[in-house]
């Protein structure tokens, strides 16, 4: 099992230039989260599924967009970078919400310039 | 709505023991608590939910207060390999969404 595997590992973008990043699971879970961690600071979640087709915002979901068409798959998009989206990215995954713990992926360094 | 942690940083000397706690104003559901590296991702520690007992493993250990809303982390005989930020986290009754505490950066050092 590789786990939740993130890409890519590290990022430099553009104001104004959009990507996507891309977050995969081999465990089989319904559950997967978006977090973002800003230096110094804790977790904030951005987005987060109960399953395919299935996602709700979280509590930082501004200039973010996601989907979710399989169970393996949750990428998340940036539209429109701003230097306020400088941040360490981490997917995660857990098998049936928050009664189970979660597993996260080794994170995206993203910087915007 | 993001749980309080403290203290925000703890030193202590190799056997030494710390506790970390993380309150919250709302009715909990469970609260989870994670320790993260520098530069890794965060590792799971150990879940306590509503009506559920204390838990622990060698020598961490964790208690769910539901009346005061509050968690306490407990290390004892503190080793180097204990070096990381601690962070709990936690969802509230009736909802689905999960915030994490600001953390407790705790340095061991022989």
């Not at chain 2, 309080?4 to 608590?33: F, M, T």
């Amino acid at each position: 099992n590789a786990g939740v595997t993130q890409t890519p590992k590290f990022r430099i973008l553009k104001i104004g230039q959009s990507m996507t990043l891309q977050c995969t699971q081999d465990m089989n879970h319904n559950y997967m989260y978006w977090y973002r961690q800003d230096p110094g600071m804790g977790l904030k979640l951005i987005y987060y599924s109960v399953g395919a087709g299935i996602t709700d915002k979280g509590e930082v979901p501004n200039g973010y967009n996601v989907s979710r068409s399989t169970t393996e798959d949750f990428p998340l998009r940036l539209e429109l970078a701003a230097p306020s989206q400088t941040s360490v990215y981490f997917c995660a995954s857990s098998y049936a919400g928050t009664i189970n713990e979660q597993f996260f992926g080794p994170g995206t360094r993203l910087t915007v310039l | 709505q993001q749980p309080v942690q403290s203290p925000q940083a703890v030193i202590l000397r190799e056997g030494e023991d710390a506790v970390i706690n993380c309150s919250s104003s709302k009715a909990l559901y469970s609260v989870h608590w994670y320790r993260q590296k520098h530069g890794e991702a965060p590792v799971f520690l150990m879940i306590l939910l509503k009506g559920g007992e204390q838990k622990g493993h060698e020598k961490i250990s964790a208690s769910f207060n539901e009346k005061k809303q509050q968690s306490s982390l407990y290390l004892t005989a503190s080793q180097l390999s204990y070096s990381g930020t601690y962070f709990c986290g936690t969802e509230e009754e009736n909802f689905n969404k999960f915030y994490f505490g600001s953390g407790t950066k705790l340095n061991v050092k022989p």
